[in-house]
Structure formats: C-alpha cells, structure tokens
C-alpha cells in the first residue's frame, strides 16, 4: 500500500480503513495510492478490471444488464478522464473464489496540491439489489403458482404486438384457459385443496410448452399462454388438446381424486390487433363459446365471432325494450302423472314475441340476460305473470284448483336481498297459494351462493313453496352436497332420459338417481319424456312424474286454455233427473 496524501495521514488512514465500503485513491497515471481493506477483498488481483494500471486482475465489471464494458466504459478510466460518478450500479464477477455482486461505484476526480487524482467508492448493494428483484419477482409474478400475472402477461403481448412492425407476417396464438368445475372443488374440499390443484395445473401447463411460451395465470382459474412464432394455427390447436388431456388427467388431492376440464379459446394474432386488451378479449370471447357449446372445448375467435357479439349487444338493447314493452311471454308445459298420464302442472317458461326476429326461445335471449343482469327484471315478471295467470285459470277451470306450477329462478335473482319479500308480496298480490308454487334452482345456484343460500331456501320453504333441483346430473350431483339443502324434488336432466332406453350404463345412473332421490325423501320429475319406452322404463323404475314431447310440447295460455275446454266437453253431461213415478 502507498504513502499516505497528506501529514494526518494516520488518522485518516484508520477512518478510510474500516469504512465498509471500498476506498480507492490512485494518481493521474491510474496507480494505486491507496486501498483500503474493503477494496482488497472486493478488487482481488488490481485495478486493471476497473480501468487502472496493471496486469488483469481477478474480476470483472458489467454493465446493469450484465454486458461487459469497454476499457474507456470502466469507472476509473472515466473518473481518470474528469468525469464524476454517482452511485452507478455494476455488476461485479470474481473468478477465485467465485462470486457476484452488484456495486454502486462513485467516482471524484481529485484536484489541488498532491498527486492523488481520483478517488473511487464502491459500495456492495447485492442485499438492496435481491430486495428489489423479489419486490419486481412479487409485482409481476403470481405468489401461489409463480407463473406471471396479467401484468407481466399483458406487457408481453404488447411487446409481441410491438414485433409486428419489423415482421407483419407473424404468426402467434393466444390461449385463455378457464378451469370448469373449480369453484365446486373450492367450496367442497376447502381453499387448501383449491390452491392445491391450482399449483398442480400450472405445473402440468408448463409441462406442455416450449421454452419459449409465454404462461401466465390471469387470476382465479383462469390461465393463459402465447405462442410467438408459430407455422399454422395447428400449432395452437394441437397444443390445446395436449393442454386439455394434461388438465383432465385426474388429481389426488388429500386422498381424493378430483376431475376437471378446461375450456381453451384462442384468439391468433398479431396482426389483426392494435393493442393486447382486444387480443385477450378475443380469446376470452372464444373461450365462452366453449360454455355455450360444451361440445367442444377448444375454439378459435374468428370474425364470426364478432358478429355475434354485436347480436349479443343488439339483443341486450332490445331485451331492455322489451321487459318495457310487454314482448315476453309465457309458454306452459304439462307435467304429468306418470302413472295416470294426468295432469297436476306445469312449468312456466319464458318466450320474447321479438318485434322484428319472431317468438325467440330462452337459448336466445336468457344467457344475454344473465350477463347483464336483466335477468333479475324477467325473473320478476316471471314469476308474477306465471302466479297471476295459475289464479285467473284457478277461476276459470275448477279441474285446475290443485294444479302446480315451476318457475325457474335464475343464480342472480338469489343476490337480491329482498327476494323472499318479493316472493311474498307476489302471492298477496295475486292470491295464488304458495303450495302450488314450485322455484326450480340449478345446482349453479348453491355453488354460487354456497354461505347464504342455505337460509334463504329455509326461508322459500317456510312460506310453503317447493323447492326443485333442475337439470339434476349436469353439475357436481355430489350426494353429500344434495342433503345439506331443503328440497323437495328433483329434476333429472333429459340427457339421462334420452338413451336410457339404448345404453345399458345410462339405464343404470338414472336408476341410481331415482334411488337416491327416495332415500333422500325427494320426489322426481323425469325431463324430455319422448317416447313411450321413456314413459314406461320410468314407470318401471317407480318414478312419479314427468314432463316431455310425448305428453305435450310446451304450450301457450290459449292452448291450454282450448285443452281444458275441450276437457270439460269430454266430461259426460249429467243424464237428466227423471221424475220418480
Ligand atoms: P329447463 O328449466 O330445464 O326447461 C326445460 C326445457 O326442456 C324447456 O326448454 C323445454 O321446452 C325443454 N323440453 C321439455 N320437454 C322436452 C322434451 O321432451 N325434449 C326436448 N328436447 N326438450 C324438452 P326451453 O323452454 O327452451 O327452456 C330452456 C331453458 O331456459 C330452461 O331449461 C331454463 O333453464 C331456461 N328458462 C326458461 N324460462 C326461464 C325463466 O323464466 N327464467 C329463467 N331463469 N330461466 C328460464
Ligand atoms: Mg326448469
Ligand atoms: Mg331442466
């Protein structure tokens, strides 16, 4: 080590030396005056590696994204040229031992008496550098599964979007991934099965892909992918199949196996878009064609696409206009006494007389209405209509008195706080008995409501209404999750009604429902009765009523009214009371 600058040299010697950070004094030929213990441990080996005299020491400096710099880059050559540095963050690599850190370097070119002509610090910030890329690491990634989040997802589809200019001819495939069933293996097992499954799909996700696809969960279960530079749309394709059999693979999740689906849209791009939000809306919009159309469940945004999508907007414009405008109608279907093939009610379903596109079944319309919560407005009237016209035909038709009748309620209608008010009030206003009201509810509404719905049922039930499961068999149908809830019936779905007669196995579920509907103490309305073997394998198997084409299609007031008139006509006219002799 060299003299000292200056007569008080001992002491400042002694501060300079136990600074943690490294000292470094050299004179205007870039030789070394003084060092201080820090800088010998940081710098073994010189100064060459800073831009100083000597042979090349035992580490080197790069920039902040880790590119080495020129000699005429290096901190001391700049200081030596009359430059000041600020805390400039480096990376520094040493070879022996081995080791990185990251260093903020300040530099001083030094004047006035004396030989000494700069003066470098460099201070070890490897703690506040980790800190900072853990910070970037939790903004940008997802905790739970550590894939990115929509963030991070969202810059690089920008950045794919910003490739587009050099390269208008390529070809990428965006991927949204949603998870069917997940909120019912959330609700059922608990949240710590629910993450379980969660870090087990991102797992077999990136199992799937290239190293260079983009994944990232975008929040719930809902997961995406990018694919840059793909030959055809195959590429994208074949990758969601391989995607969907990875996720259908079943889960052993505390000692349970547990199924889902996933239901994969993809949107291709670059070119057609302008900016990431519309690319991932695409395939979002691809994505819940597969909910409509559970056929399939992989699809491909086309324009198409877009031309529903204004159908979609034009019929929510005119649904409003239409719940004002008196256009919804009800049409009636007869449930029937298997046994007896008689009547003992309907259940009320809901048409729109559209003023330019005719009668429009629910298919068309009531998805519409259940995105944009007009649903709740038709449910109303709905009921109401369905409870005020059982009362005028009660009036009407004697042979009606006991006749039932089913509304179907849809999931949002249960977010209402005052819905067993409004019930209520509607059967005052109407007179119409609450024990000739049945509420169908699909299994989606107890999903969705899983901490409320049990009291709001109990408090339906106690007005005396019936409460019915609809389309029994298309949800998770778990029989633990069925008893927790009042209900009174069931209603089985007609896709178990449709081939019982041909497959063995259907046969074999829908005998397993009917017994679990009696053990349960449920009565079971069987759906899409169509022909007359339906109609007696239902007999067969004891159940009690049913609903279908065979009996009758579903039918508007005045046909129901000219089938009971023509009712009363076939009921033979009382022979005349002859005189006694
Ligand atoms: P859902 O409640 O399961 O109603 C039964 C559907 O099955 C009706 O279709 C009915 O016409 C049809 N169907 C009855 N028997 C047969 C048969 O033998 N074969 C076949 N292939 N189909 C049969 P629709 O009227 O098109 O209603 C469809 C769905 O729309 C209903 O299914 C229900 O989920 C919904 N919906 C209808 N009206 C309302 C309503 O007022 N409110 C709510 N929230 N949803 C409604
Ligand atoms: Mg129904
Ligand atoms: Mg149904």
Redesign the pocket.
């Known amino acids: 080590m060299s003299q000292p600058p200056c007569p008080d040299a001992e002491i400042y010697l002694a501060a300079l030396s136990h600074l943690p950070d490294a000292v470094v004094i050299v004179d205007a030929a870039g030789e070394l005056l003084f060092a201080n213990a820090a800088a010998e441990v940081l710098l073994p080996g010189g100064l060459a590696g800073l831009g100083g005299k000597g042979a090349p020491s035992g580490y080197q400096l790069l920039d902040s994204y880790q590119c080495p710099l020129a000699k005429t880059e290096l901190p001391l050559s700049r200081v030596l040229g009359n430059q000041c540095l600020q805390n400039e963050e480096l990376f520094l690599t040493a070879t022996a031992p081995p080791s990185t850190r990251w260093v903020a370097v300040t530099g001083k070119p030094l004047t006035g008496p004396g030989t000494a002509a700069a003066l470098l610090t460099l201070r070890d910030i490897s703690a506040a550098k980790q800190q900072e890329v853990s910070l970037i690491q939790q903004a940008f990634h997802d905790t739970l599964t550590e894939l990115p989040n929509r963030d991070l997802f969202m810059d690089r589809l920008s950045h794919a979007l910003a490739r587009t200019h050099d390269q208008p001819e390529l070809l990428m495939a965006l991927l949204y991934i949603d998870l069917d069933r997940f909120k019912v293996i959330n609700d059922n097992l608990g949240h710590q099965v629910g993450d379980q499954l969660l870090v087990e799909i991102a797992a077999r996700l990136r199992s799937q892909l290239r190293p260079d696809a983009t994944i990232a969960r975008l929040g719930g279960d809902e997961f995406a992918v990018l694919l840059e530079d793909i030959a055809t749309s195959s590429t994208a394709i074949d990758l969601a199949e391989q995607i969907q059999s990875a996720i259908a693979q079943p889960l052993l999740l505390q000692q349970q196996e547990v199924y889902v689906d996933a239901s994969i849209g993809i949107a291709l791009g670059p070119a057609t878009y302008k900016n990431a939000g519309d690319w991932l809306r695409d395939a979002d919009a691809a994505m819940y064609q597969i909910k409509d159309n559970p056929s399939q469940n992989w699809h491909i945004f086309d324009s198409s696409l877009q031309v529903q999508q204004d159908l979609r907007l034009r019929t929510e414009i005119d649904l409003r206009q239409a719940l004002m405008g008196n256009e919804l109608r ?2 009636y ?1 007869p449930i029937v006494t298997l046994n007896t093939e008689e009547i003992c009610g309907f ?5 729109w007389q559209h003023p330019t596109r005719g009668l429009l ?3 068309e319309f ?1 998805h519409v ?2 995105a944009t919560g007009l ?1 709740i407005p ?2 109303w009237w ?1 009921l109401a209509e ?1 409870c005020r016209q059982m009362q005028a035909w009660t009036r009407e038709f004697p042979a009606m008195a006991n006749f039932t009748v ?5 999931s949002k ?1 249960f977010s209402q706080q005052n819905l067993v008010a409004r019930i209520q009030q509607i059967l005052a206003e109407t007179g119409f008995a609450a024990n000739r009201l049945k509420i ?1 509810i ?1 299994e989606g509404v107890l999903i969705d409501h899983s901490d409320s719905i049990i009291a709001t049922l109990e408090q339906i039930k106690a007005l005396g209404i019936k409460l019915l499961v ?2 029994f068999g298309t949800g998770y149908s778990s029989l633990s999750y069925l008893h927790r809830f009042p209900f009174d019936c069931l ?1 089985i ?2 896709s178990f ?2 081939n019982a007669d041909q497959d063995f196995e259907k046969l074999e579920i829908l005998q397993s429902v009917v017994r679990l509907a009696w053990n349960l103490g449920l009565d079971v309305v069987a ?4 022909t007359p073997r339906h109609h007696a394998q239902l007999k067969a198997l004891r159940c009690e009523l049913g ?4 009996f009758s ?2 039918l508007a007031p005045a046909a129901i009214e000219a089938m009971m008139a023509e009712k009363i006509a076939q009921i033979p006219e009382p022979a005349p009371i002859t005189p006694a002799p």
Do not use: C, W
Not at 347 to 351: C, D, F, S, T
Not at 527 to 530: L, M, Q
């Open positions: 009800l049409h279907q259940e009320a379903l809901v048409r079944m629910p298919g009531i209405a259940e649903i038709l449910g709905v369905a089913s509304v179907n309620m849809s209608q169908e699909t609809d389309d209603k779905d007609r009604i449709e759906e899409g009765v169509e609903q279908g084409y065979l299609r579903p």
